[in-house]
Each structure stands twice: as structure tokens, then as C-alpha cells.
């Protein structure tokens, strides 16, 4: 049973940046796709953005050009660097693993069979 355990969230003005990690309690076939979600409250949960085994990655076109996703292996960590944060950007992050590809479906929530806790950025104006 693959583990994740995000980290790093916090409260920063408008323009700020954070950075949030989630480290996985194996690197396996199980975690070779990993994914953000986020959820700010009375709506769905969206992809932010996921990476594949050998790096590629994807962004909902709302993060593109701010935040930025890498893994490092070794680590079995996965991050996301969140630059020109804006108020809406505010929600419960949630790291997200499942085996095989991202692919174009990366988007789709239902797919990931492991998933943290999750961590709260909170952005003000």
C-alpha cells in the first residue's frame, strides 16, 4: 500500500510563492504516474498538474507558466513550485499516485489510487 505525505503549504500574499513537496513510501510502478490536485471549498477537486516516470509533465492551462512540477527518484518525492500565487489559487493541496502513464486522462481525479492528506495553501490579496 503505497503512502504519500504532502508538505510545505502555508499561508502567502498575492505574488508570493511556496513550494510543496510529497514524498511516497516506495518508487514503483504504482507511483510512476503522480499528480496535484487541489480543492477550495464547495467546489470539485481539479487537476493542477502531473509527471510521468521519465519526467514528462502536464499543467491545467490555469497553472501553466506559474507552477512548476519535478520528482526526484531517489527521493520518491514529487514537487510542486508554485510561483505568482493568486488568491484563487487557494485550496486543499492533494498529492496523487497511480501506476502506469499519466496520459491525457490525468486530469480525471477517479483514476489515482493513492492519495495524501493533503495540505492547505492559502493565498491573500
Known amino acids: 500500500q503505497v503512502q504519500l505525505a504532502e508538505s510545505g503549504g502555508g499561508a502567502v500574499q498575492s505574488g508570493g510563492s511556496l513550494r510543496l513537496s510529497c514524498a511516497a513510501s516506495?518508487?514503483?510502478?504504482?507511483?510512476?504516474?503522480m499528480a496535484w490536485f487541489r480543492q477550495a471549498p464547495g467546489k470539485e477537486r481539479e487537476g493542477v498538474a502531473a509527471?510521468?516516470?521519465?519526467?514528462?509533465?502536464s499543467y491545467a492551462d490555469s497553472v501553466k507558466g506559474r507552477f512548476t512540477i519535478s520528482r526526484d527518484s531517489a527521493k520518491n518525492t514529487i514537487y510542486l513550485q508554485m510561483n505568482s500565487l493568486k488568491p484563487e489559487d487557494t485550496a486543499m493541496y492533494y498529492c496523487?499516485?497511480?501506476?502506469?502513464?499519466?496520459?491525457?486522462?490525468?486530469?480525471?481525479?477517479?483514476?489515482?489510487?493513492?492519495w495524501g492528506q493533503g495540505t492547505q495553501v492559502t493565498v491573500s490579496s
Open positions: 509527471i510521468e516516470r521519465y519526467g514528462s509533465t
Open positions: 516506495e518508487y514503483s510502478y504504482s507511483t510512476y504516474c
Open positions: 496523487a499516485a497511480d501506476g502506469g502513464q499519466c496520459g491525457s486522462w490525468w486530469e480525471r481525479h477517479s483514476v489515482y489510487n493513492y
